[in-house]
């Protein structure tokens, strides 16, 4: 029998211009890491959070990666005694799933160490557990792409509908990351509760649009279909330097340029890793010039599922 | 040169469910027919409408039809003549798209008539010209799909952006109109100007998930996407015992039941000519009891482009 191994789950970023709340996918890097070793004391326990983590409670029942670990022993019954270290390799607040990799790679890790052989649904059910403690609500747009490793498509809640949804096979990611903090709790708040039926329905023309560029590989329709009427509008205002990123990010070559999740990180789209790396450069140049701190993220996406790292 | 067409176009199913005013696909029958003669009189006329369509204004400017072929004639800087013979063959305000029909089969014929050899791009843009004088504004969710005979996304209008779409190889479709009439116009009237972001998302969730599911043959997840939020609601209210046609669809096997357009047509998909033949026995039936006279019509869909009937 296993007694302990160390797994990692990516960073994802959701949202997709248009799609708020239904879409999303995983990254290559960054991404969290954990150890799980197998104790006899019957209970849940975190032994230490290390890295960007350091603030984060320690106490099972407000931690997201303890939680999800707890409801998913429970929910099988399981006596087990769990030791958790988890290794925050991103920074919280980000817009990059920080939350959503905690959950996934708890989950993810114990399901391998258990040889349990839980379904991707069922994972993403205990994964959720934790997530909601982070953002105060059910959201999978970003545990789903983080433990399916691909684009997801959330269809609806009652029950969570998880589509998964193929990439076309050249497709990347340039991610900026300024270190300004946003809560996702309050880019929520700010956000309008009714919208006017127009820009609703030019927003789900943009997601049929973005849904069949991704299936087809059509990269001029995502390009045209990565626009945004109701989110961006709001929630720009909480990034420093946003539209001149954005700006730089379209005239360097991307596809397209948003908000990752609720910001700071912005992302952007492209079709060959050289245009992924340029953008990155010049992205970062633009957010250098207004003097914040930044690191930038270039990815393949499309299967960057999650990984054990060891196991014994 | 040629003198005299005689054509075809079909016609059209928008919104399915929780696409309004973004998706459309054209059926088999019915449809309308036009005749054209070319004359010596340098001057567009309407010589006859007959069917359903006898009530129509028989002026240029205010024809569907006529006033399409005007504007094409005078884009193109065409001195011609056109006499024009109109044969509805469908019921006016049934919700099936019958003014896009007239309008798009008028510009096809008369760009086979003048060889003109106009893009369907540039059709659509004449054909919205005739649309726009029955609905009130440029909707292009009928035109475009009686255009291209296939399921079409218009993804955006500034400008006009359509996506053809795949549909899966055998997928079908039950119409059944009940005889009451409703203005698109009216049908517009009673909608909400604003609605919950809430809402919102949960449409453009179940919009990601039609598209998807077309495109990838995926019938279950076509059924679950099949819901409206936002529109059914409001405007099932027109359509006398909607809900117990609906239920009756639903019943006999459709992957999902929905308004065609304003209504107050009623559309079924389903996987099989069998079952989609069923549907319309069964929900004629429904409609039947309440005492409403009805036609049903049964289509497979998918390629359905406008026709050449005669040409001399």
């Known amino acids: 029998m296993k007694k302990y191994i160390k797994a990692f789950a990516p960073a994802?970023?959701?949202?997709?211009?248009?799609?708020f709340d239904i879409l999303g996918f995983a990254i290559e890097?960054?991404?969290?890491?954990?150890?799980?070793?197998?104790?006899?004391?019957?209970?849940?326990?975190?032994?230490?959070?290390?890295?960007?983590?350091?603030?984060?409670?320690?106490?099972?029942?407000?931690?997201?990666?303890?939680?999800?670990?707890?409801?998913?022993?429970?929910?099988?019954?399981?006596?087990?005694?769990?030791?958790?270290?988890?290794?925050?390799?991103?920074?919280?607040?980000?817009?990059?799933?920080?939350?959503?990799?905690s959950a996934v790679v708890a989950v993810f890790a114990l399901n391998e160490l258990l040889e349990t052989k839980l379904s991707k649904l069922q994972l993403l059910e205990f994964a959720l557990?934790?997530?909601?403690?982070?953002?105060?609500?059910?959201?999978a747009d970003n545990v789903a792409p983080c433990l399916y490793g691909n684009l997801t498509l959330i269809r609806g809640y009652n029950p969570v509908d998880v589509i998964?949804?193929?990439?076309?096979?050249?497709?990347?990611?340039?991610?900026?990351?300024?270190?300004?903090?946003?809560?996702?709790?309050?880019?929520r708040k700010i956000l309008p509760k009714e919208i006017p039926l127009k820009q609703?329905?030019?927003?789900?023309g943009n997601v049929g649009g973005l849904v069949a560029g991704f299936l087809t590989g059509d990269f001029n329709l995502i390009s045209r279909s990565m626009e945004d009427v109701i989110i961006e509008p709001v929630r720009k205002s909480l990034i420093p330097g946003y539209d001149e990123i954005k700006k730089t990010a379209l005239n360097a070559g991307a596809l397209g340029c948003?908000?990752?999740?609720?910001?700071?990180?912005?992302?952007?789209?492209?079709?060959?890793?050289e245009k992924a790396d340029f953008i990155a450069t010049e992205m970062k140049q633009a957010v250098d010039k207004i003097g914040i701190k930044n690191t930038t993220y270039v990815s393949k996406i499309g299967n960057n599922t999650p990984k054990i790292l060891e196991v014994e």
């Not at 557990?129 to 959201?139: D, P, R, T, V, Y």
């Open 12 to 19: 994802s970023i959701s949202n997709i211009a248009c799609g």
């Open 29 to 101: 890097n960054p991404g969290d890491e954990i150890e799980l070793f197998l104790t006899d004391k019957n209970k849940v326990e975190i032994l230490e959070i290390t890295g960007d983590g350091n603030k984060l409670p320690l106490e099972v029942e407000k931690n997201t990666a303890a939680f999800a670990i707890y409801s998913m022993l429970k929910s099988l019954n399981l006596n087990i005694g769990v030791a958790i270290k988890l290794h925050k390799k991103m920074p919280l607040g980000s817009g990059l799933g920080s939350s959503a990799a």
């Open 129 to 139: 557990k934790g997530e909601e403690l982070a953002s105060g609500a059910i959201h």
């Open 164 to 187: 998964e949804l193929n990439l076309p096979k050249d497709i990347y990611c340039t991610v900026i990351y300024s270190d300004v903090e946003i809560k996702t709790i309050e880019a």
């Open 200 to 204: 609703a329905i030019t927003q789900w």
């Open 258 to 273: 948003n908000i990752s999740g609720s910001g700071p990180s912005v992302f952007a789209l492209s079709n060959t890793l």
